[in-house]
């Protein structure tokens, strides 16, 4: 439980202190089996974090992509996102991107797939990387 604290910390502070969402972050998913955490860590705790599930369609996505604001500008994000394309990337991997993000998504292989939407007062895009073998 101390590593799903550590999860929720990072995730609050980013999300809901630094850029004001107006919704509850943790959700059902977070203790869902198969949901898998993913993250960078130093003395201080949690540097920067992912999260990926599969839903009851079996699409894959990453999201909750977060970095501490001592640790940005480093790339650690970017890291997390290689990896996950490493380990997953043979299957499509869906997001829902802040929408000001589209464009670093895009980097990664991601193509928007819909409208812009709300979602906890923040802009957001719908994306999804197709698979590869």
């Given amino acids: 439980m101390p590593e799903l604290h550590a999860i929720w ?10 850029q004001r969402c107006d919704a509850p972050d943790p959700d059902a998913l ?8 993913v993250w960078f860590a130093d003395e201080q705790g949690i540097t920067s974090y992912i999260r990926s599930y599969v839903d009851a369609d079996g699409l894959r996505h990453v999201g909750r992509v977060c970095t501490r604001r001592d640790a940005r500008g480093q790339g650690l994000s970017g890291q997390l996102m290689r990896h996950a394309i ?6 499509p991997i869906a ?13 990664f ?4 797939t819909g ?3 709300d979602d906890a007062g ?7 990387r197709a698979g590869s073998l």
């Fill in 115 to 117: 409208p812009h939407y």
């Fill in 109 to 112: 292989g991601f193509t928007v």
């Fill in 86 to 91: 490493a380990w997953w990337g043979h299957e």
């Fill in 122 to 128: 923040i802009d957001h895009v719908p994306m999804v």
């Fill in 30 to 37: 977070d203790i869902t089996p198969g949901t898998q955490h």
């Fill in 9 to 18: 910390t990072i995730r609050d502070v980013v999300f809901a202190v630094e």
């Fill in 95 to 107: 997001i829902g991107a802040q929408a000001y993000l589209e464009q670093w998504y895009a980097g």
